[in-house]
Each structure stands twice: as C-alpha cells, then as structure tokens.
C-alpha cells in the first residue's frame, strides 16, 4: 500500500510537472504574440498620426518651401528666418488685443460689453494669416493678409472675416 501510494505521488508529481511546464511555455509564447499585436498596432497608429499630422500642416509657412523661398532677397544681404518671423508676427497680431475696442483686425466692431480678441493664429504662408476670434459669446475667423515691410515692421489687412452663429 505504501508502494502503491508513492507511486502515486510520483505520478501526480510527474503530471503536475508536465503541465506546469506546458502551461508555462504556453504563456510565454501567448504574451509573446500579444505584445507583438500590440506592438504593431501602436506602430500603425503612430503612422496614422504622423500622416494626419502632415496633412494638417500642408498649409503652413514652415512646410511651403516657396513661401519661405520669397522672405530670401536673393542678393543675400536681405534674409528674414521663417522660424523667427513666425512667433514675432504672431506676437504683433495678439498684441492688439490690448485694445480698449477689441483687436482691430478680427474685422468686428464691439458687441455688447465684451470685446473680440484673436484667440488662435495660424500662419498659412508669406502673405496669410488665419486667425480664431471671439468676445466670450459669439466666435468667428478672420482671413488676414500680412506684410512685412522694409524697416522690418509687420502691416496687417483684413480679408475676410465670418462671425459665425449663437
């Protein structure tokens, strides 16, 4: 009886042994093919991003080659960097803000007590601006045109302007 009880553990053992074993290569294999799944699916989203992203950015003066092209003289004594023009025209606009009437160049007259101010400003090219206003109640977007002049200053036009709806 002791025999045949020994042998029985050792059979328990043996197939307890053999499972665990089995289980355990199993998993590693298992979070193997999930991590490779997940893996790739991270990657395909991450190219899906980057794809958007550059779709979204085609119609911007750090993209267009042209557009930086025309701030080059050509002479080479007169070069105006994109990548510093950008932040110091965006400044000049959001600086009019501080008017008492609102930024001029939202293309509104004052409505009510609130002012219109430039919330958002997107530089498209060497010559446009697309810019989001609003005064707190109503919101809109203004199509700019800018200019910079010989002495270095930035001249603002209004385009077109569109107030949308409460």
Excluded: C
């Excluded at 119609?59 to 701030?71: D, E, I, M, R, V």
């Excluded at 600086?95 to 008492?100: K, L, T, V």
């Excluded at 530089?123 to 601006?129: Q, V």
């Excluded at 005064?135 to 002049?149: M, Q, T």
């Amino acid at each position: 009886m002791k025999k045949s009880l020994m042998l029985y553990l050792f059979i328990l053992a043996l197939l307890m042994n053999v499972f665990t074993y089995m289980f355990l290569s199993k998993e590693v294999q298992f979070e193997q093919n999930r991590y490779e799944k997940t893996t790739k699916k991270l990657r395909d989203s991450i190219a899906l991003v980057t794809n958007k992203l550059s779709e979204a950015d085609y119609f911007s003066l750090q993209n267009n080659q042209n557009a930086q092209n025309y701030f080059d003289s050509g002479d080479g004594e007169k070069f105006i960097a994109y990548e510093k023009l950008i932040p110091v025209v965006t400044e000049k606009l959001l600086d009019f803000n501080a008017n008492p009437k609102g930024n001029p160049y939202t293309g509104q007259d004052q409505i009510g007590p609130n002012k219109f101010v430039i919330n958002k400003v997107k530089i498209l090219n060497h010559r446009w601006i697309i810019a989001d206003y609003s005064n707190g109640e109503l919101w809109g977007e203004v199509l700019l045109k800018y200019f910079v002049n010989e002495d270095e200053s930035i001249a603002f036009e209004v385009n077109q302007t569109l107030l949308y709806q409460k």
